[in-house]
């Protein structure tokens, strides 16, 4: 029973322009959420991450939304770039539980 | 710079062999981590410790057992391979916490067993 869903295996933008991941969620404990970034033949790297007690945290080009009430966090990222082709797993955890989505790979083509 | 190291990319083993993955970490991290990586599965935790000599089942432990013997090195034992668990194996370390504490990757092992 997967309690984290990354429902879009694949997502291809243009360079410049928005991508969005979307990633759902099942259990309504989950406190905190991340979201790695995986090159080929590399393991996944942290990106960025947000608290339940907040709605939208910004780093740089990427921001990660979170709706509690449907169980929804997205990835947006602005402006898209070559280097942002990746494999992205969104996280979600409480406590010492961390759960991760299947994963979704962006290609941002030039 | 945060060092998670397994020591195999590649490994090819027959149905039956004992197989050992490695994972070493530089950052005197307390919470270590092994998790398998299949298409449209995600990560899914095998094992996890806390401390040394500790370990505890995640979601999928059967088939595999875990070492502590040190605080930088946990190893991931597949006591008989089967082609079952035909995978990516990917290692991770984090500060103790909870899962807060973001956690690092080793850059994987991929194991096929034939």
């Known amino acids: 029973d997967q309690q984290v869903k990354q429902n879009s295996p694949s997502l291809s933008v243009q360079e410049g322009r928005i991508s969005i991941l979307n990633c759902d969620y099942t259990?309504?404990?989950?406190?905190?959420f991340l979201w790695y970034k995986k090159y080929p033949a590399e393991g996944p790297t942290f990106l960025i991450s947000?608290?339940?007690?907040?709605d939208k945290n910004e780093d740089g080009r990427f921001t990660v939304f979170l709706n509690k009430s449907a169980k929804h966090l997205s990835l947006h990222i602005v402006p898209s770039q070559p280097g942002d082709s990746a494999v992205y797993f969104c996280?979600?955890?409480?406590?010492?539980?961390?759960?991760f989505g299947a994963g979704t790979r962006l290609t941002v083509k030039p | 710079d945060v060092k998670v190291t397994q020591s195999s990319r590649y490994l090819v083993k027959r149905t039956g062999e004992k197989v050992f993955l490695e994972c070493v970490q530089d950052m005197d991290h307390e919470n270590m981590f092994w998790y398998r990586q299949d298409p449209g599965l995600g990560l899914r935790l095998i094992y996890f410790?806390?401390?040394?000599?500790?370990?505890e089942k995640g979601d999928i432990p059967e088939g595999y057992s875990v070492s502590r013997e040190k605080k930088e090195r946990f190893s991931l034992i597949l006591e008989s391979a089967s082609t079952n668990q035909t995978s990516m194996y990917l290692c991770a370390s984090s500060h103790r916490g909870g899962a807060k504490n973001i956690q690092y990757f080793g850059a994987g092992t991929r194991l096929s067993v034939l």
């Open positions: 410790s806390y401390d040394v000599k500790m370990k």
């Open positions: 996280a979600a955890s409480v406590v010492n539980d961390m759960r």
């Open positions: 947000i608290s339940s007690i907040k």
């Open positions: 259990n309504s404990m989950f406190d905190y």
